[in-house]
């Protein structure tokens, strides 16, 4: 399994980025596929953005399609999510995660939550209007 912590939430104006970081340990990171999902008060956790393996190919949800994209650095075990021209409806618990693994890798992008094993602890982004 890997361990992922993510970091970089905080409190913004409506309109404002934000970069949100998840270090990964345990096994090799550059094995998983990785995706970013939230879940807002009151409504089931959606995906946001997933990115492949070497990072070429990636994939966002309609909801922040030319606003939020995923990206990763496998040297420092790290995968990012950028956040731009953020809303009030983006106020969420924002989690990263990993995919199945090798074994269950047949290339591209994954987005939906069965296809992940690993998990972060989520951080808070809350966006003021």
């Known amino acids: 399994q890997v361990q992922l912590v993510e970091s970089g939430g905080g409190l913004v104006q409506a309109g404002d980025s934000l970069r949100l970081s998840c270090a990964a340990s345990?096994?090799?990171?550059?094995?998983?596929?990785m995706g970013w999902f939230r879940q807002a008060p009151g409504k089931e956790r959606e995906f946001v953005a997933g990115?492949?393996?070497?990072?070429?190919?990636?994939y966002s949800a309609d909801s922040v399609k030319g606003r939020f994209t995923a990206s990763r650095d496998n040297a420092k075990n790290t995968v990012y999510l950028q956040m731009n021209s953020l809303k009030p409806e983006d106020t969420a618990v924002y989690y990263c995660?990993?995919?199945?693994?090798?074994?269950?890798?047949?290339?591209?992008?994954?987005?939906?939550?069965?296809?992940?094993?690993?998990w972060g602890q989520g951080t808070q982004v809350t966006v003021s209007s």
């Open positions: 990115i492949s393996r070497s990072g070429r190919s990636t």
């Open positions: 345990g096994r090799a990171f550059s094995s998983y596929a």
């Open positions: 995660a990993a995919h199945l693994g090798p074994a269950y890798y047949s290339g591209g992008v994954y987005s939906s939550e069965t296809d992940f094993g690993s």
